[in-house]
Nanobody, 118 residues
Framework: QVQLVETGGGVVQVGGALRLSCAAS????????MGWYRQAPGKQREVVAR???????YYADSVKGRFTISRDNAKNTVYLQMSSLKPEDTAIYYC????????????WGQGTQVTVSS
């Protein structure tokens, strides 16, 4: 079992910045992938960014150049630095964890609200 706790959400003006953190605990395995998904009202949950290593990182087209994902393996923590925020970034942001194997279980955090006011 893996537990994920997100922090850092809040309300920010258009063009502002926020930094989300997700701390993982439990049965953490090497080679895992951690990332961020978001879900806006009435929309499907979508991937924002995910990272197994610096060389294996993915960003949604909508956030490229604005968001940066990073991780500190010593702290079992993944971060999402968000800048140049837009109203369409408003959503609940969820931390996500998946083990190295294709059939490994996935785990989700409780979510943290990000609201970008116009």
């Amino acid at each position: 079992q893996v537990q994920l706790v997100e922090t850092g959400g809040g309300v920010v003006q258009v063009g502002g910045a926020l930094r989300l953190s997700c701390a993982a605990s439990g049965s953490i395995s090497s080679g895992n992938t951690m990332g961020w998904y978001r879900q806006a009202p009435g929309k499907q949950r979508e991937v924002v960014a995910r990272m197994r290593s610096v060389a294996s990182t993915y960003y949604a087209d909508s956030v490229k150049g604005r968001f940066t994902i990073s991780r500190d393996n010593a702290k079992n923590t993944v971060y999402l630095q968000m800048s140049s925020l837009k109203p369409e970034d408003t959503a609940i942001y969820y931390c996500h964890y998946r083990g190295m194997n294709l059939n490994s279980n996935e785990y989700w955090g409780q979510g943290t609200q990000v609201t970008v006011s116009s």
